[in-house]
């Protein structure tokens, strides 16, 4: 896209563009969303008198470039005088369709974002609002008819019998019908009658815009409004501490409680203090709940409309059509809705007013944005709340250590959950050594003897089971052949397992191997060097996984869930509620079902390779491990039957994989970031990724020399 100059955007002379006006009654900086940005955040254009009353955070489109192309974008700022050095500004040619504007404090934030996240103003508001909004999807005018108050036109006609009926069901209260409702509500059988007193002039007529949508939140209640359970010591103490800080202003609170602690629980007493709060002052305060798009099933969703109802709950995830979500946008905009449950993006609920921001999950990666506009929801959700003067709530049985930090360093007040509700246990994990299993029996088995007699006895008593095994850090080894033998290869300097990749290899092929703990690369061996053989590459994958399952169970109903079987959101949803309901008996599947679910009758876990995802090139390559085998082991025994859960790994003493089969969060946070600040990574120092992109390699390289060059000086 081409860049404008200044000259093309402030031309000597004033454009013809329709709606000029010599006579603006102010200017306005407007953020345009196509991504061109000026150094102040917006270019600068005159306010004809129509559009006097235009505020900052309404949308517009204004004249663009030599051609006066169309273009939208957000208002950011109101000014009495154009800068001074701008001598003829062009106007404002309209408001947009549908009139969209967004909060103040919006329009506050996202000057943080771009500032913060190095993006420019514009594209920062684009990636706010939903397509849905911009688009006005789902927007339908209609006609809506009242009785026209008494004392109407004396000489009107008279109305016959089943218009009478009309009449009276419409009432004298000034209310306004719908043509079709008001119909039946006199059981007229079409809406004639109620045309022809339109005719008659003894039903007036109103034309209102609205959203249309078919999304029934009511319908999606998958859980029947119960008694709120009594809470626990500790949630109740965890309960006064949080909703205490409501009247206290903007702080964070690091909410660790182990998996099934009842920190949902938790989120919605507060919540529910909140919003029985006395205000005094209009518009009243709602809550942001963000938590990861597959944590959103109709189990989640369900808890928060049995406990809010009446229609304040909205809910913002990939699964609403553009009409569903544009209607959500606006009720949360219009005040309607004061719980928003969402993913991500839900961050920029457009509430009227924020009184509390709550992050379930908050170690989540998927609350990564990885295009732009990039950004962190934890972070902005921490900005956001600071603007609003809330406190904001991140939530995690496993914190990010980012959080754990802060909670360190006073920056966030900790809150601890240490038990599980009454009623269920933490299950126990026991971890097989695959390589002594490879050791004493031929080749590779997927699934160990100890995790295949598991399964065989869950399945005997009824149990459910999950196995999971996480693809994107699907791995390949390189090994001896022979099972007496048992090679396989190491890291010389670390001892882990080596990891293949194929496509790093030398231009002949081949590949090399890497060791993803110190990033060591060794040569491809092609003998055993312990007794000569050719050695095999093999892998782990959830397909062999299966079909390996599938002759060992045949009896048993399976389930697989990844990124190829599962194509849409209703693929996940239909799934998850057969497992839940107890259809299936083993679901495999990779880290998306490592997630939220809570299926009482889960009795067994197994983790067909704990190592995967200490495979992965990322210095938080121990926290992930860490983070999943611990939320999925939270799977296991949440309800009478005790859990049980079992880590298949090569690297049985990794401290990573240890801590998780012992519980030991606060053991792994404490070691993992002295780690961290020995190799002053985040959370204790500060990081950030330099992109540099050109067609010319030996150009980009220069470049990228010279930038590393400045750096280092810079840093010392
Ligand atoms: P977490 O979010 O910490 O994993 P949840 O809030 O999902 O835990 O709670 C796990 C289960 O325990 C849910 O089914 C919830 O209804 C139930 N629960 C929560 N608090 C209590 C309590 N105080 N007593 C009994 N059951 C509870
Ligand atoms: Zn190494
Ligand atoms: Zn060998």
Known sequence: MPEPSAESLFPDSPSENEGVTNDPVGYARVALERGIDAAEGGFTYAVPAALGDLRVGERVTVPLGRGNRPAAGIVVERMGEAHASIKTVKPISARQRGSVSLPDDLVELARWIAAYYHCPLGMVFAGMLPAAVKHGTGTRSREQVRAVASGGDASRPEPSKLQRAVLDAAGSEGRWWDAKALADAAGAKSVSPVRQLVEKGWLETQRTEAVVSDLDLR????????????????????????????????????????????????????????????ETSAPLPGVIVLVPEIALTPQTVGRFLARFPGGGVAVLHSGLTAAQRHAQWRRIRDGEARVVVGARSAVFAPLPKVGLIVVDEEHESSYKQDQLPRYHARDVAIRRAQRAGCPVVLGSATPSLESWHNAACDR???????????????????????????????????????????????????????????????????????????????CHHCDVTMVYHRDLGPASGGGVTRCHHCDAEQVLATACPECGRKVSVFGLGTQKVQAELERKFPGARLARMDADSMRTARDYQQTLDAFAAGQTDILLGTQMIAKGLDVPNVRLVGVVSGDTSLNFPDFRASERTFQLI?????????????????????????????????????????????TRQAAGLPPVGRMARIVLRDTDPAANLRRATRLGHAGRGRGG
């Not at 959950?417 to 490879?438: M, Q």
């Not at 296991?636 to 690297?651: K, L, S, Y």
Request: glycine content about 10%.
């Open 219 to 278: 319908a999606q209640r998958a859980v029947a409004p119960t008694r709120p359970p009594e809470l626990t010591p500790a949630q109740a103490e965890a309960v006064s501490r949080l909703a205490g800080s409501l009247d206290a202003g903007f702080g964070v609170h690091l909410l660790h409680g182990v998996t099934g602690s009842g920190k949902t629980e938790v989120y919605l007493r507060v919540i529910d203090s909140l919003l029985h709060r006395d």
């Open 412 to 490: 966030a007040n900790l809150v601890t959950l240490p038990d599980r509700v009454p009623g269920a246990t933490l299950p126990d994990v026991e971890l097989v050594d695959l390589a002594e299993e490879r050791r004493e029996r031929r080749g590779v088995h997927l699934l160990s003897r100890r995790l295949e007699a598991l399964l065989q006895q869950n399945l005997d008593a009824g149990g459910q089971a999950i196995l999971l095994l996480n693809r994107r850090g699907y791995a390949n080894y390189l090994a001896c052949p022979d099972h007496r033998c048992g090679w396989m290869m190491r």
């Open 630 to 674: 611990a939320q999925v082991a939270g799977r296991a025994g949440r309800g009478e039957h005790r859990g049980r859960v079992v880590v298949q790994t090569f690297n049985p003493d990794d401290p990573a994989i240890r801590r998780a089969a012992d519980h030991d969060y606060v053991g792994f946070a404490e070691e993992e970031i002295a």
